[in-house]
């Protein structure tokens, strides 16, 4: 990819990462919490690929797996964040699949606990991103 199509679809990426996740907060505010964890695994996922597009020069794989994704892009997590990542991939797959969708919606639909990981991907997301540049 040329540096200037690189920026483009980073940004792309990006902004759309920035977009799901005040999707993630308005959900929450509506008192939708497992739809608000499903936007938050997307505003991450949009996240890391934005990081590998920018930092690897590469089109991210077809892929939900966010430690997959993490892994691409070469920022080293330490096992809090990994298993934070595998917390977060679960509400992707949970949120779309029959019966796991049903035993999702009535396990994670608390307000404190969807507050807590809209916290948590907000904060990673931040981390993801300052570490990227360092690497500039």
Not at 19 to 31: E, G, I, N, T
Request: glycine residues 2%.
């Amino acid at each position: 990819m040329e540096y200037k199509e690189i920026i483009n679809k980073s940004k792309y990426w990006e902004s759309s990462s920035d977009s799901d996740l005040q999707v993630a907060r308005d959900l929450l505010k509506s008192k939708h919490y497992p739809q608000c964890l499903f936007f938050c695994h997307l505003s991450l996922e949009k996240a890391l690929k934005a990081i590998i597009i920018k930092d690897v020069k590469i089109y991210p794989p077809y892929t939900h797996d966010l430690r997959k994704l993490a892994e691409i892009t070469g920022i080293k997590l330490n096992l809090k964040q990994t298993q934070i990542l595998d917390k977060i991939s679960a509400f992707n797959i949970a949120g779309r699949y029959g019966d796991e969708k049903l035993k999702f919606y009535k396990e994670y639909n608390k307000k404190t606990y969807a507050e807590k990981q809209l916290k948590v991907v907000e904060e990673l997301i931040l981390w993801l991103r300052k570490e990227s540049q360092k690497k500039q």
